[in-house]
Structures are given as structure tokens and as C-alpha cells.
């Protein structure tokens, strides 16, 4: 009677494991950071500077446990990756299209260099402005812009000189890039759901948790704050 109770108790403590999942089985939704640069105005991706912003990015997520794509290795046999200038269409398409691992969730943003020149100098800032889409119901989840947290001194006359602008942009592209990820680590950890069903297997389980995580991301007057 005894070996019996004990089979009896072990299935239904199985049971319990296969309805309530443990958090450690959720799975992270696959985030796919792209450049967006149709805009002649934007810095193109296929710059450093703009390297070093989406590095800060993908570095920012992945410490606040987020798993990023990186887009050159999950695309690298079937597109170019020397094309700058991509529109919107083109880069959902191309996240569409990756299925190792499929994407969940797409960040797409542009960085706008801004310089403006006084009497003593020539003062220089960033704004990087951007989109989070859901890549299943082809659904813009939110929008995010930050700035650098203030203006920077540069040189007199540096807005008229390339090598300058790029030297200074280059210098202070990772802080942009590091301000863009907090923001947006804040905010995706605040919006993300959990949601299993305790009628779906464990393996269905696990998937549903990325796909709850990934589709119901929500901004609401978003702010780097």
C-alpha cells in the first residue's frame, strides 16, 4: 500500500512540474537588432560608428539577459551584406527570412548626427530613433529616440570638417549606444509577460513563454529615463 502511495504522489508531482514550468525553462524571445539608414540624413551601417552604437546595444540586452541575433551570421549565406541604405520593407523581410533561430522580435533604428556651431565652438550631439516590430503579426509594438545625455564641445568649424565630425561622432557612438540599451533593457523587462498555459506540454510550454515574451513587448511615452 505504501509503494503504491509513493508511485501515486511521484505522478502527481510530475503532474504539477508538467502544468506550472519552472521559470529557469522559460525561454528568452530571439531579438534581432538591425540598422535602419534609408534616410540619407543617418549615419549608414556600415560605418564604425555605427558598429560601435549597435554593439552597445546587443551588449546592453544580452547583460540584462536578453538573447540578440547577430544579424551578419544569421544572414550571411543568403543576402549581401555590403547594402546600406535598406528600407523598413527590406529589413522585415530579412528578419522574416532568417528561421536559425526565427526571430521574434525585430529593433529596428537610425542614428542622426547633430552638429551646431556658436561663436567659441561647434557643439555636436546624437539622436538614435527607432522601432520594435513584431515579426509574426507584422505589428509595430512601439517606438524609442534617445539622445546623448548632453551636448559635447567639439572644435570651432568641425561641423564643415568630415574627418572631425566622424572623429567626434566616433568618439562618444558608444555612449549612444549604451544609453539605447538601458532604455530599452528597462523598458522590455517591465513590458515582458510570462504567460504559460498549464494545459500545454513542457515543450509547448517553453515555446509559448518566448512567444508571450516576444509578441506583448509594450511601450507607453517611452523615455530613456
Known amino acids: 500500500m505504501k509503494y503504491v502511495f509513493t508511485i501515486a504522489l511521484s505522478c502527481f508531482s510530475l503532474l504539477v512540474c508538467a502544468a506550472y514550468p519552472a521559470p529557469s525553462m522559460a525561454v528568452e524571445p530571439n531579438i534581432l537588432i538591425m540598422g535602419e539608414d534609408w534616410d540619407e540624413d543617418t549615419i549608414p551601417r556600415k560605418s564604425q560608428i555605427f558598429e ?18 547577430e544579424e551578419t551570421m544569421a544572414t550571411n549565406d543568403s543576402f549581401s551584406q555590403d547594402k546600406v541604405r535598406r528600407t523598413n520593407s527590406e ?4 528578419a522574416k527570412a532568417i528561421q536559425t533561430p526565427p526571430i521574434d522580435a525585430v529593433i529596428t533604428f537610425k542614428v542622426y548626427p547633430y552638429f551646431k556651431a556658436d561663436n567659441a565652438t561647434t557643439w555636436m550631439n546624437a539622436r538614435a530613433a527607432g522601432r520594435l516590430l513584431n515579426v509574426s ?23 564643415k570638417n568630415r574627418a572631425c565630425a566622424i572623429k567626434y561622432m566616433g568618439n562618444h557612438s558608444r555612449n549612444l549606444g549604451q544609453e539605447l540599451g538601458s532604455a530599452l533593457a528597462i523598458k522590455l523587462k517591465r513590458a515582458t ?17 518566448a512567444l508571450a515574451l516576444a509578441y506583448k513587448f509594450t511601450f507607453d511615452n517611452f523615455d530613456a529615463s
Not at 91 to 94: A, D, G, P, T, V
Not at 193 to 209: C, L, M, P, T
Open 52 to 69: 560601435r552604437v549597435i554593439d552597445a546595444v546587443a551588449g546592453q540586452l544580452n547583460k540584462a539577459g536578453f538573447k540578440v541575433i
Open 91 to 94: 529589413l522585415f523581410k530579412i
Open 137 to 159: 503579426t507584422n505589428t509595430v509594438l512601439g517606438t524609442f529616440e534617445v539622445t546623448l545625455p548632453e551636448e559635447i564641445a567639439t572644435e570651432p568649424d568641425c561641423h
Open 193 to 209: 509577460v510570462r504567460n504559460v498555459s498549464a494545459n500545454a506540454s513542457k515543450s509547448a510550454g517553453v515555446k509559448n513563454a
